[in-house]
Every structure is written in structure tokens, then in C-alpha cells.
């Protein structure tokens, strides 16, 4: 098993920057791949970036290119999303998750571990 718990969300003003982290617990071998997801209410679960076992694989959603950044510390065993240029579209809650291969990353059928998410609201 791994436990994933997220933390750093919060509210900002469009144009601001907030970075998430994820740690985890546990069984953490089998959470080689790492992503986030968000879900904003009434609508599904949408893939936001994706880090391999090594850190030097990433994916992104097109949508935060170029402003999201993924990373991750293993001597903390902490994954992190640096979200600058923030929108009010991507007002969401921000779920990270865990799977072992790196493969169809932006599915989220395929991933078995999910924390329990974090809150981002972005205001105009």
C-alpha cells in the first residue's frame, strides 16, 4: 500500500503562483509513477502532469504547459507541482496518485493509490 497526502492548496488571485506537494508513505516502490489530477465540481477528473520513477520524464495536460511544473525529491519522498500564471479555469481540487509504470499516464483508471486531495481556487 501507499498513502498519499497533499497539501499547499489554497486561494490566489489570477496571475499568482502556489505550489502543492505530495507525500508519500508506505510501500512507496510501488508508487514509481506519480501524477496529479484535478476535478472541479460537476465535472470528471482531468490529467494535469505526470513524473516518472527517475524525475527526468515528464507529461503535461496541454492546458498548463508552460506554467505547471512537476518535480520530485526522494530523499523526502515528496512529488510537487509548481502552478505559476494561475487561471480561474483551473479552480479545482488537486489529487495526486500513484502507479508503477509510466504508461498511459493520463488515465486515471490506471492509477492505484490517490490522496484525498487539496483545494486550489483562482479569482479574476
Known amino acids: 500500500q501507499v498513502q498519499l497526502v497533499e497539501s499547499g492548496g489554497g486561494s490566489v488571485q489570477a496571475g499568482g503562483s502556489l505550489r502543492l506537494s505530495c507525500a508519500a508513505s508506505g510501500r512507496t516502490s510501488s508508487g514509481n509513477t506519480m501524477g496529479w489530477f484535478r476535478q472541479a465540481p460537476g465535472k470528471v477528473r482531468d490529467f494535469v502532469a505526470a513524473i516518472d520513477w527517475s524525475g527526468r520524464i515528464t507529461d503535461y495536460a496541454n492546458s498548463v504547459k508552460g506554467r505547471f511544473t512537476i518535480s520530485r525529491d526522494y530523499a523526502k519522498n515528496t512529488m510537487y507541482l509548481q502552478m505559476n500564471s494561475l487561471k480561474p479555469e483551473d479552480t479545482a481540487g488537486y489529487y495526486c496518485?500513484?502507479?508503477?509504470?509510466?504508461?498511459?499516464?493520463?488515465?486515471?483508471?490506471?492509477?492505484?493509490?490517490w490522496g484525498q486531495g487539496t483545494q486550489v481556487t483562482v479569482s479574476s
Open positions: 496518485a500513484a502507479k508503477g509504470l509510466y504508461s498511459r499516464v493520463s488515465d486515471s483508471r490506471d492509477y492505484n493509490y
